[in-house]
Antibody, heavy 116, light 110 residues
Framework: EVQLVESGGGLVQPGGSLRLSCAAS????????MNWVRQAPGKGLEWVSY????????YYADSVKGRFTISRDNAKNSLYLQMNSLRAEDTAVYYC?????????WGQGTLVTVSS | EIVLTQSPATLSLSPGERATLSCRAS??????LAWYQQKPGQAPRLLIY???NRATGIPARFSGSGSGTDFTLTISSLEPEDFAVYYC????????????FGPGTKVDIK
């Protein structure tokens, strides 16, 4: 069974940093590209970042480019999102999501709240 | 940048009725269109990929159609567990890879 479990969310002040992690199991992690997708409270879904299976290709949404960094460790079956210079508008549930063409599995998400 | 528009914003129906949800793209996305279901407090679940293919374990009452710019998700007979928000999503199939979601259609109980 595919499982994606996010961690690392919490309350952070504007301008602060946070690192999210996603532990993957139930599939060959190193064979799949991965994504982070977020959802602000009561709002729709917004794709944040993509990383290929070998980490050779990385893309970001314009809203986070230059502030967020996606990475992965295939030996540890883990995906990460380093978030710097956080803003109030970054407040959201952040989902780790596997992609095989389309996004086919999602974690349960971790809540990031940016507030003073 | 491709923009997805979903209509209606809210669909009020009774169990057993047919639901027809629309997704329109600002330019052609070929068949690279997916549909997701999201219930309160839960992660989205993939229903349909490549416009018309049901994902693993998805009941046959869910079907997708369309290509180019106009797509439809049909739920042939609503079950109580189908009342949720539905999102369409397109993916770029060439660099840069990115995913774009529509604003969602809420299907609620009439």
């Amino acid at each position: 069974e595919v499982q994606l479990v996010e961690s690392g969310g919490g309350l952070v002040q504007p301008g602060g940093s946070l690192r999210l992690s996603c532990a993957a199991s139930g599939f060959t992690f190193s064979s799949y590209s991965m994504n982070w997708v977020r959802q602000a409270p009561g709002k729709g879904l917004e794709w944040v970042s993509y990383i290929s299976s070998s980490s050779s290709t990385i893309y970001y949404a314009d809203s986070v480019k230059g502030r967020f960094t996606i990475s992965r460790d295939n030996a540890k079956n883990s995906l990460y999102l380093q978030m710097n210079s956080l803003r109030a508008e970054d407040t959201a549930v952040y989902y780790c999501a596997r992609a095989y063409g389309d996004i086919d599995y999602w974690g349960q998400g971790t809540l990031v709240t940016v507030s003073s | 940048e491709i923009v997805l528009t979903q209509s209606p914003a809210t669909l009020s129906l009774s169990p057993g009725e047919r639901a027809t949800l629309s997704c329109r793209a600002s330019q052609s996305v070929s068949s690279y269109l997916a549909w997701y279901q999201q219930k309160p407090g839960q992660a989205p679940r993939l229903l349909i990929y490549d416009a018309s293919n049901r994902a693993t374990g998805i009941p046959a009452r869910f079907s997708g159609s369309g290509s180019g710019t106009d797509f439809t998700l049909t739920i042939s007979s609503l079950e109580p567990e189908d009342f949720a928000v539905y999102y369409c999503q397109q993916r770029s199939n060439w660099p840069p890879i990115r995913f774009t979601f529509g604003p969602g259609t809420k299907v609620d109980i009439k």
